[in-house]
Nanobody
Framework: QVQLVESGGGSVQAGGFLRLSCVVSRNYNGSYYLAWFRQAPGKEREGVAVIGPYGRGTKHADSVKGRFAISKDGAKATLYLQMNNLKPEDTAMYYC????????????????????WGEGTQVTVSS
């Protein structure tokens, strides 16, 4: 199995930016779906963005399109989430996740599709 360690969270004002990182280690060979999820207090975990195996294709949730961008550095086995123009409603714990199994487009951002999870990094956006 893989291990995932997130970093880069913090507190920013609305309109600011952050870049989250997730180091993927142990048995990772590039063939996994890698995704970012977030969970705000009292809310369900929701998918933010996903990148396909070997970096083929990305998908972003409608709520973050045009503001967030997922990417990865294969050589460093690191997943990124660039978050621009942050809004107070982006406040949440952000998790990276990985899974090796094929996923149809409508399931790419479903938390139940992912077996491996990091412990999360907190993002707080103040107005």
């Amino acid at each position: 199995q893989v291990q995932l360690v997130e970093s880069g969270g913090g507190s920013v004002q609305a309109g600011g930016f952050l870049r989250l990182s997730c180091v993927v280690s142990r048995n990772y060979n590039g063939s996994y779906y890698l995704a970012w999820f977030r969970q705000a207090p009292g809310k369900e975990r929701e998918g933010v963005a996903v990148i396909g195996p070997y970096g083929r294709g990305t998908k972003h949730a409608d709520s973050v399109k045009g503001r967030f961008a997922i990417s990865k550095d294969g050589a460093k086995a690191t997943l990124y989430l660039q978050m621009n123009n942050l809004k107070p409603e982006d406040t949440a714990m952000y998790y990276c996740a990985a899974d090796p199994d094929f996923k149809p487009p409508d399931l790419l951002l479903q938390p139940r599709e992912y077996k491996f999870w990091g412990e999360g990094t907190q993002v707080t956006v103040s107005s």
